[in-house]
């Protein structure tokens, strides 16, 4: 064991889940004050004054309605998302075979990790090891944790994991991060680590390996730490990360009484049973069928983008996942909604009523809603916003 490597965070002491669920290759920053009010954040993002991973968001406290709604959303799409678990997680035990690792990217990823590992332990009596680690878009991903799963494990066993694709930005980020990674590492061809990405729904269709493309909610998606693992997003902030250290997270303890982190999982691993037998029958086919990448979100985000005189195509974030939390962390311009597709996005129109943010129907849109961020953002003119 290379002795000089940081060594993981475990639960309950950094955490929610329980210590055999997830391995945190972060640094442990809960003692330090990094929250910012949201627009404080868009401006110093927006004019290049700091980077979003430098700071923290203050978590959104969702209303009762709100909370409300979380849970009839999980009753009402857990089977379907454990159909989707059972087919990544057999694509992956497909791909890289009993001996997997997973490493799901912090902090969406977690929760599907750990979902993946219960399926495999429910289908296959398998106990997969499985981490969590830092990627930030324009920064790269924590290469100090990659060392530490070098030392610790075969690189060519490791599936990275994560919970759903938008435009693709972290795949990219991801696949351009490992290649350099691996020169570093001195790890050749057939050594390395695979710049490849399993999630749980590919809506922006830039992965292969895949439980679902459809544009479909993912309860996870409607909150923030509380359906996480009381686990902020990640920080890397070179006055607190130092060379030799993982990326940073705070542990919110505090918001232990809100937690439905464990809730969410045990309500989808209690289909298991129920989906097992569909799953076996239809993961082989889409294992064997075309699954090449078409890169459609990447190409709507700049279309929308040019469309709306935004110009730049990190305010455009696609997917229902990635709407929710511009609606959750951001400051939202307006959310297009595909108009026939408006029945089951109750959690997005309820944050919009709530944020005042308006919802534009739109006819020919390519993903089931897409979240605008304000573009041109101050607090003091908030911005002029494209006619």
């Not at 669920?21 to 910012?36: F, K």
């Not at 106990?127 to 060519?156: E, F, K």
Request: hydrophobic share 45%; proline share 6%.
């Amino acid at each position: 064991m290379n002795t000089s490597l940081p060594e993981p965070l475990y639960g309950p002491g950094f955490g929610s889940y329980a210590a055999d669920e997830v391995a945190w290759l972060l640094t442990d920053l809960s003692h330090v004050e990094l929250e910012a009010p949201t627009e404080e954040r868009e401006e110093a993002v927006q004019s290049g004054r700091a980077h979003y991973a430098e700071s923290l968001p203050v978590e959104y406290q969702p209303s009762a309605e709100y909370q409300q709604l979380f849970s009839d959303v999980l009753v009402a799409s857990a089977s379907r998302l454990a159909h989707a678990v059972g087919v990544v997680t057999e694509m992956v035990l497909a791909e890289r075979g009993n001996d997997v690792v997973l490493v799901s990217l912090a902090r969406a990823g977690t929760p599907v990790g750990i979902l993946m590992r219960r399926w495999a332990a429910f289908a296959h009596d398998l106990d997969v090891p499985h981490y969590s680690l830092s990627i930030v878009r324009g920064r790269g991903i924590d290469t100090v944790a990659l060392r530490y799963l070098a030392a610790h494990h075969d690189p060519t066993s490791i599936m990275f994991v994560d919970g759903w694709t938008g435009k693709g930005a972290i795949t990219r980020e991801l696949a351009e991060a490992v290649t350099k990674a691996n020169a570093e590492l001195g790890l050749g061809d057939g050594q390395g680590f695979a710049p490849e990405m399993a999630v749980l729904a590919d809506t922006g269709q830039c992965v292969e390996i895949y439980g679902t493309r459809e544009d479909t909610l993912i309860p996870s998606a409607c909150l923030n730490s509380t359906v996480s693992g009381l686990v902020s997003r990640t920080v890397l902030n070179d006055e607190l990360i130092g060379p030799g250290q993982f990326h940073g997270a705070k542990f919110y303890a505090h918001l232990a009484d809100v937690d439905v982190s464990r809730r969410f999982l045990d309500a989808i691993v209690a289909e298991f049973p129920t989906v097992a037998d569909a799953v076996a029958a239809e993961w082989p086919a889409v294992f064997a069928g075309n699954r090449s990448s078409t890169w459609t979100g990447w190409s709507a985000a700049e279309a929308i983008s040019a469309e709306y005189g935004i110009n730049n195509v990190n305010l455009v974030k696609p997917g229902v996942g990635e709407t929710t939390r511009v609606l959750l962390r951001r400051v939202p311009w307006k959310i297009l909604v595909r108009a026939d597709a408006t029945g089951d996005l109750a959690p997005v129109t309820m944050l919009a009523e709530q944020r005042g943010v308006p919802v534009e129907l739109v006819d020919d849109l390519p993903y089931r809603c897409v979240g605008l961020i304000r573009p041109n953002y101050t607090r003091d003119t908030p911005g002029e916003v494209p006619a």
